[in-house]
T-cell receptor, first 113, second 115 residues
């Protein structure tokens, strides 16, 4: 079965630290890739997406992600986190061969001042 | 600005009650989705709809049904609520056919507790 894995369930960082959240998916041919963020008390919103082209994607609030096809990965990065980045982050993968969008289990990020 | 609204932020119901969760989007989107969000499990698709009066089962449809009488409104129905349906329910919409061609826009969620 197709799956999306986020291995970091809970990450705790100090402000200004660098962030990398992992996202891996099972083999499934052509994919679209998404990172969503859910700030405390707010609705889920799109952080960035990859459909085609440059595998390094830049999103809102200084986030970026790199699609490495050979590793089936789409890791999220930010060079210097802020307290306001405290949130839950979800990776999602759309598999064209099954027409299904599958979400990862989420990573809870806490940033301390 | 894109908007998806859900009828309640918090809801407490008793076991066996029939529960209606309403979702409305104002973006004229074709697709609408219902997910449940549980800690450690992420988002799981319950039902979705590509058009009015049309519905498709997602990954966990058991115990749920849906209704889409108008394009902007998608309702989730728990025919007989059970405690294992205590969860956060998220509604989403997107502008075209398919689950992954476009981003999905989410509502604020309804936290349902079944006692």
């Amino acid at each position: 079965a197709q799956s999306v894995s986020q291995h970091n369930h809970h990450v705790i960082l100090s402000e200004a630290a660098s962030l990398e959240l992992g996202c891996n998916y099972s083999y499934g041919g052509t994919v679209n890739l998404f990172w969503y963020v859910q700030y405390p008390g707010q609705h889920l919103q799109l952080l960035l997406k990859y459909f085609s082209g440059d595998p390094l994607v830049k999103g809102i609030k200084g986030f970026e992600a790199e699609f490495i096809k050979s590793k089936f990965s789409f890791n999220l990065r930010k060079p210097s986190v802020q307290w306001s980045d405290t949130a839950e982050y979800f990776c999602a993968v759309f598999f064209y061969n099954t027409d299904k969008l599958i979400f990862g289990t989420g990573t809870r990020l806490q940033v301390f001042p | 600005d894109v908007k998806v609204t859900q009828s309640s932020r918090y809801l407490v119901k008793r076991t066996g009650e029939k529960v209606f969760l309403e979702c409305v989007q104002d973006m004229d989107h074709e697709n609408m989705f219902w997910y449940r969000q549980d800690p450690g499990l992420g988002l799981r698709l319950i039902y979705f709809s590509y058009d009015v009066k049309m519905k498709e089962k997602g990954d966990i449809p058991e115990g749920y049904s849906v209704s889409r009488e108008k394009k902007e409104r998608f309702s989730l129905i728990l025919e007989s609520a059970s405690t294992n349906q205590t969860s956060m329910y998220l509604c989403a919409s997107s502008p075209d056919r398919g689950q992954g061609n476009y981003e999905q826009y989410f509502g604020p969620g309804t936290r349902l507790t079944v006692t």
